[in-house]
């Protein structure tokens, strides 16, 4: 079976930068992208690039492509990878376009619960676009702060428009909506490709952003809270795993995202965690170089710090 297809969420809040992002990425690509939107016209794409096109698709001269869903996201997936499979397309990496007020875990949801899908596809990072200049304006936007929310990356674009002063606490308010994401600073979309990607999975850099993050919440716009628990005493394995299906009944699809280094009594190893929803996956990593801790980062809607604190109490370890 052929490797699944990785896979990158873009999302973003309206006139952020997200199609000037997507410009640069297929116009010098460093691998063959496969764009989908929801219409191909939508994406305004550099002319001299173009090799040939249709109302379902553009191909570029330097290997990317440009689709569009056309009605369901899962049939347009489908499509996408039995051309793929047949021979019909060729490209390294799915690149998906959402609308300006998308919720992205629907889109998430799709990867995980839908079979076929899941078969084909791995999701590889989320990222969302931000516009520096309008942050705290946006930030009153349920919208806007669920999309920091479910984000593994942070585009923090127009920097240029923003003064030397000001840089500092927008990053503190993205900090506060989502401790564990890479904030990149752009001017005009303009990065390295690679940063964005392989992010979805806990690479080593956000296990460093994590393990320096203090207790705390942040709450804001319509019930967001950002929820970060510190624990240096041990949890028990079997006990945690029953606190969080607890967490995981109580608040279902208004948990966005949450992220954990675990240090379990039964291992000198890190476990991580990470999910979205209700479905997550966990990991055994390096053994711990500092001082055995744990620290979990809950996002979502409407969380209740004291019944999630009292919950992670009763997992530890005693005697």
């Given amino acids: ?47 001299a690039l173009i090799e040939r096109s249709d109302e379902e698709m553009i191909e570029l001269t330097n290997g990317c492509i440009c689709c569009s869903i056309r009605g369901d996201l899962r049939d ?17 990496r799915l690149l998906i376009e959402t609308t300006g007020v998308a919720d ?16 084909s596809y791995q999701i590889s990072s989320v990222v969302t676009v931000i516009d520096a200049y309008h942050l705290e304006r946006q930030l009153t936007f349920q919208e806007n ?6 984000a593994d990356v942070l585009v923090l674009n127009k920097m240029d428009l923003i003064k030397a002063s000001e840089r500092e606490p927008l990053i503190a308010l993205l900090r506060e909506r989502n401790p564990s994401a890479a904030i990149i600073e752009t001017e005009q979309g303009q990065l390295e490709s690679n ?14 952003r994590l393990s320096q993050q203090t207790d705390q ?43 954990g280094i675990i240090h379990f009594a039964d291992t000198e190893r890190k476990v991580i965690l990470q999910g979205t929803g209700m479905i ?26 004291q019944a999630i604190r009292k919950g992670i109490e009763a997992a530890i370890e005693h005697g």
């Fill in 195 to 208: 940063r964005l990607f392989e992010t979805f999975h806990f690479p080593k850099e956000e296990q460093v």
């Fill in 280 to 305: 997550y996956g966990t990991a055994i990593r390096e053994p711990f170089s500092e001082q055995p801790k744990t620290t979990l980062v809950f996002i979502g809607k409407g969380l209740d710090e």
């Fill in 145 to 150: 702060v669920k999309q920091i929310g479910f």
């Fill in 76 to 92: 347009a997936l489908l499509r996408i990878a039995k051309r793929r499979r047949d021979g019909e397309l060729s490209f390294d």
């Fill in 217 to 259: 919440i942040h709450q804001s716009v319509e019930d967001f809270t950002a929820l970060t628990i510190v624990e240096e005493r041990p949890l028990n394995r079997n006990r945690f795993g029953m606190v969080l299906r607890e967490v995981l009944e109580a608040y279902a699809e208004d948990l966005y995202r949450y992220k």
């Fill in 104 to 119: 992205p875990g629907p889109i998430l949801q799709t990867f995980y619960f839908e079979p076929a899908v899941e078969q």
């Fill in 1 to 47: 079976m052929p490797d699944k297809i990785r896979t990158t969420v873009i999302t973003g809040f309206l006139g952020a930068g997200k199609t000037t992002l997507l410009n640069h990425l297929v116009s010098q690509p460093t691998e063959k992208f496969a764009l989908l939107v929801n219409e191909v016209g939508s994406v305004h794409i550099d002319e």
